[in-house]
C-alpha cells in the first residue's frame, strides 16, 4: 500500500542526523514505517536532568515508494534515500549524529554523486525496478555532556524545545516513468519544483531544572517517576514518593522475565531517590517495579 509522502517524512525524523555508533532497534524490524518511540513516549521517557550527560536514539523504518503530484500527473515515487537538511530548535551542546546499516556520509555512486548530499541513509535499488528496493532503516543518536544539559536547564521546572528537522527524499524511479519530462530518476525532491525540505516537529526535548523530576510526584500518595538518565549508562536514578515512612522494594527484570536486581529500602514520607548502578548490566530494555504495601507499579527503563 502507497503512503504519503508526509508519512514518509514523518518516519524519517525518526532517524536523524546521529553518530555511527547507534543502531536500528531490531524489535521494529517487522514494523511499517514509523518512528519509534513515538514523540509522545519519547517526551515521557527521554528527558534531559540537570548535571547529567544526555543520551537517547530514536530508530526509524520508512516507506519505499508515496505519490507525488506535479504538472497535473500524480505518479507512484519510488524512494531509494532519504537525509536531514537541517536541525533546528535544539538547545546549544545537544548533537545529533545518523547511524544504522544503511549510513552514509556520501553517496559513493559517480553518476549520482553530490558533495552536498550528506548525512543520508539510503536503500539501493535498480532505478526503474521497484522490486529490488526495501524501506530504509536507521537510527539517530542525541547527546550532550552534563554541562550543555546544565546551561539548558531551567532554574525550577523544567523547559521543553520543540524540534524541527527539515527532510529530503530522493527519487531511484517513478510508475509511470516520468523521467523524461518531469522527474529524473536520482533526483532529491528539494531539487525541482516539486518541494522544498519538509519539516517535522513531532519531537521535544525536555530538560528539567534541579528540582523538576520531585515535581511531576505526588508527596502525598505511593508515586514512582521514569527513571532517568534513560537510556541509563552508569547508573539511573528510580524517584518515589510514600506518604508515610515505610519499607519499599525494588527489583529489575530483563526482557526475558529474569530478575537482575531486588533490594529493600525503608523510604522517608515525600520524595526518595534510589541510585540503580547499572554499569554491569547488559545492554537492553528492562522493566523495574517499585513495591510499598501492596501496591506495585511498573516502568520500563533502557541501558545502553
Not at 4 to 9: E, H, I, P
Not at 144 to 161: E, M, R
Not at 244 to 273: C, F, Q, W
Request: aromatic share 10%.
Amino acid at each position: 500500500m502507497k503512503k504519503a509522502l508526509l508519512f514518509l517524512v514523518m518516519g524519517a525524523l525518526a532517524t536523524g542526523t546521529a553518530s555511527a555508533q547507534c543502531s536500528f532497534d531490531s524489535q521494529y524490524a517487522g514494523a511499517s514505517g514509523n518512528f519509534f518511540p513515538d514523540s509522545t513516549t519519547f517526551l515521557a521517557n527521554n528527558y534531559a536532568t540537570i548535571n547529567m550527560a544526555y543520551d537517547a536514539t530514536i530508530s526509524m523504518k520508512t516507506i519505499s515508494d508515496t505519490l507525488v503530484t506535479a504538472g497535473g500527473f500524480t505518479v507512484t515515487a519510488y524512494i531509494d534515500a532519504f537525509k536531514i537538511y537541517q536541525i533546528n530548535g535544539a538547545p546549544a551542546g545537544f548533537n545529533f549524529t545518523g547511524g544504522g546499516d544503511t549510513y552514509e556520509t556520501a553517496d559513493p555512486r559517480t553518476d549520482f554523486n553530490d558533495p552536498s548530499d550528506s548525512t543520508w541513509w539510503n536503500n539501493y535499488g535498480t532505478p526503474n525496478n521497484a522490486t529490488t528496493l526495501s524501506p530504509v532503516q536507521g537510527c539517530f543518536q542525541i547527546t550532550a555532556d552534563a554541562a550543555s544539559v546544565t546551561a539548558a536547564a531551567p532554574v525550577v521546572g523544567y523547559t521543553d524545545y520543540p524540534v524541527v528537522v527539515l527532510v529530503d527524499a530522493r527519487v531511484a524511479a517513478t510508475n509511470p516513468d516520468v523521467s523524461g519530462f518531469l522527474l529524473a530518476n536520482g533526483t532529491w525532491l528539494s531539487e525541482t519544483s516539486l518541494a522544498d525540505p519538509l519539516p517535522v516537529d513531532n519531537y521535544v526535548l525536555r530538560v528539567y531544572g534541579p528540582t523538576g523530576v520531585s515535581e511531576l510526584l505526588n508527596g502525598n500518595v505511593f508515586d514512582v517517576a521514569q527513571s532517568y538518565p534513560n537510556p541509563a549508562t552508569d547508573h539511573a536514578m528510580i524517584s518515589f514518593t510514600t506518604p508515610t515512612p515505610s519499607n519499599v522494594e525494588i527489583r529489575v527484570y530483563n526482557m526475558l522475565g529474569a530478575l537482575v536486581h531486588k533490594d529493600n529500602v525503608l523510604s522517608k514520607k515525600g520524595v526518595n531517590d534510589y541510585k540503580l548502578r547499572t554499569d554491569q548490566m547488559a545492554s537492553g530494555l528492562y522493566i523495574y517495579t517499585v513495591s510499598n504495601n501492596g501496591k506495585t507499579i511498573t516502568k520500563k527503563m533502557n541501558v545502553r
